[in-house]
Antibody, heavy 119, light 108 residues
Framework: EVQLVESGGRLIQPGGSLRLSCAAS????????MHWVRQAPGKGLEWVSA????????DYADSVNGRFTVSKDISQNTLFLQMNTLRAEDTAVYFCVMGYNSGTYFDSWGQGTLVLVSS | DIQMTQSPSFLSASVGDRVTITCQAS??????VNWYQQKPGKAPKVLIY???NLETGVPSRYSGSGSGTHFTFTISSLQPEDIATYYC??????????FGGGTKVDIK
């Protein structure tokens, strides 16, 4: 069974940095692209970032490009999202997401971790 | 970036009603659309993939159709457990995907 467990979200001041983690199990981590999707309170879903199975080819939404960095530790089956220069508008629940049965739709989601950017 | 315009943003219907949600893509995306259901406090769940394919285990009252730029999601007979927010998602430019703004469905 695929399991994705996010951690690292907390209250952080504007301009600060935070690293989110996503512990993955139940599948061969190096074979699957992984994504981060976020949801601001009471708002819709926004794709944030993705990384290929082998940890290459990171990609980012324009809203976070240059501030966020996605990475994978394949030896630890863990996905990371390093978030720098955080802004109030980055406040959201961040989901670790993948497509297990197909890379074209997200059938596996973590429970999410809340990042609250506020002074 | 491809935009997905979803409508309506909210709808209220009676149990047993047929409910339809639409998504309009800003450019031709073939049939590269998925539909998700999200209940409060939970992660989204995929219901329909590749525009019209029903995910395993999902009730058959859900269906999807469309191609190109216009897509439709239908609940043939609304049930109390269908109270949720529904999102379309396009994947024409993987890994970049975009979601529609969501449709909150309520029971009258």
């Amino acid at each position: 069974e695929v399991q994705l467990v996010e951690s690292g979200g907390r209250l952080i001041q504007p301009g600060g940095s935070l690293r989110l983690s996503c512990a993955a199990s139940g599948f061969t981590f190096k074979n699957y692209a992984m994504h981060w999707v976020r949801q601001a309170p009471g708002k819709g879903l926004e794709w944030v970032s993705a990384i290929s199975g082998n940890g290459a080819n990171p990609d980012y939404a324009d809203s976070v490009n240059g501030r966020f960095t996605v990475s994978k530790d394949i030896s630890q089956n863990t996905l990371f999202l390093q978030m720098n220069t955080l802004r109030a508008e980055d406040t959201a629940v961040y989901f670790c997401v993948m497509g297990y049965n197909s890379g074209t739709y997200f059938d596996s989601w973590g429970q999410g971790t809340l990042v609250l950017v506020s002074s | 970036d491809i935009q997905m315009t979803q409508s309506p943003s909210f709808l209220s219907a009676s149990v047993g009603d047929r409910v339809t949600i639409t998504c309009q893509a800003s450019q031709d995306i073939n049939n590269y659309v998925n539909w998700y259901q999200q209940k409060p406090g939970k992660a989204p769940k995929v219901l329909i993939y590749d525009a019209f394919n029903l995910e395993t285990g999902v009730p058959s009252r859900y269906s999807g159709s469309g191609s190109g730029t216009h897509f439709t999601f239908t609940i043939s007979s609304l049930q109390p457990e269908d109270i949720a927010t529904y999102y379309c998602q396009q994947y024409d430019e993987l890994p970049r995907v975009t979601f529609g703004g969501g449709t909150k469905v309520d029971i009258k």
